[in-house]
């Protein structure tokens, strides 16, 4: 048993860690997408600003969102609405539409660009988001009599936020249009929470609260698609006759596969080598991806040494 005051101390330090792990996670986002935006020339004060007006947005559409999803708490009573500190609850997909929209408005105001704010804000985003789940998974496992670390759906997030935030860091050693990482964000951010939310949900249809996030996700991730189409300049008719063209390739390749004793003795290679091809293949992927995440590992250190 510990002493009473040493287990006091250890109570009160275990409660806060999660919280002031998110703070200093938020700073530390905050100065990545300052120095980011330093990298590209935009002035000091304009990416402080943005940063500050979007976090204030972020926390006032957190609360509107957990205010209209969750009304039977509230009971529709804006007194509750305002005294956060005895009606607690924020909405973390509020806070990134918040984030967004407070960002837009006032880079819009400035007249600046915001599709280059949009892609050096993802990785500092992503960042925080990583930072965030740790928070939750370490405040969920970790007690003082009993330390237990459950994989729940805290640490996949951690995870998958970890892997995204490298495989941004390593593309953008190569130029991509205006709004690509924006873009790749929202895409597979929301691709994997939908598919995240289903696995849990066993295939139910999410409702209530989750049933409001899985409609966001689904919005978010048509929003993503769209605009990467838009914004890499895709002409929508080359496409289409490329799709059609492979379609009826494939259409042809059958039929001569049915139809011919040579084509179908090679296709018959082909399937008998696909297990030792998707084993190389899964090799290659692994490899690739480790070196990735190493790599960004390194420009991520870097950062908080000073380096270029």
């Not at 039977?72 to 806070?95: M, P, R």
Request: net charge positive; with cysteine.
């Amino acid at each position: 048993m510990f002493p009473a005051n040493f287990s006091t101390v250890m109570n009160v330090f275990l409660v806060w860690l999660a919280p002031a792990l998110f703070l200093l996670g938020i700073f530390l986002g905050i100065f990545l997408f300052w120095r980011a935006g330093r990298h590209e020339l935009i002035e000091t004060e304009k990416l402080l600003d943005t940063a500050v007006v979007s976090l204030l947005g972020a926390i006032l559409f957190s609360r509107i969102f957990d205010f209209l999803i969750r009304s039977q708490f509230y009971q529709w009573s804006f007194k509750k609405l305002i005294f956060v500190n005895a009606y607690w609850g924020f909405d973390y997909y509020g806070a990134l539409f918040g984030l967004a929209v407070s960002g837009l408005i006032y880079l819009a105001l400035k007249r600046a660009n915001f599709l280059q704010i949009f892609d050096l804000a993802a990785a500092p985003v992503v960042f925080v988001q990583i930072v965030y789940y740790l928070s939750k998974f370490l405040g969920a496992n970790l007690m003082l009599k009993q330390v237990s670390f459950n994989l729940n759906k805290d640490f996949f997030y951690f995870i998958f936020y970890f892997l995204i935030y490298f495989v941004i860091v390593r593309l953008s050693a190569k130029r991509r249009h205006a709004g690509f990482f924006g873009c790749f964000y929202l895409v597979f951010v929301a691709v994997f929470n939908l598919t995240l939310r289903f696995s849990f949900s066993l295939g139910r249809i999410p409702s209530g609260k989750e049933g409001w996030h899985a409609v966001f996700e689904a919005a978010v991730l048509i929003l993503g698609l769209f605009l990467w189409y838009f914004l890499a300049r895709r002409k929508l008719k080359e496409d289409v006759k490329s799709l059609v063209a492979f379609f009826l390739l494939s259409i042809f390749r059958t039929k001569r596969i049915l139809t011919s004793q040579e084509e179908a003795g090679k296709f018959a290679k082909t399937v008998l080598f696909v297990p030792l091809n998707l084993v190389r293949s899964f090799y290659l992927a692994v490899r690739f991806a480790v070196l990735e995440i190493y790599l960004g590992f390194v420009e991520f250190v870097n950062v908080f040494k000073g380096k270029k």
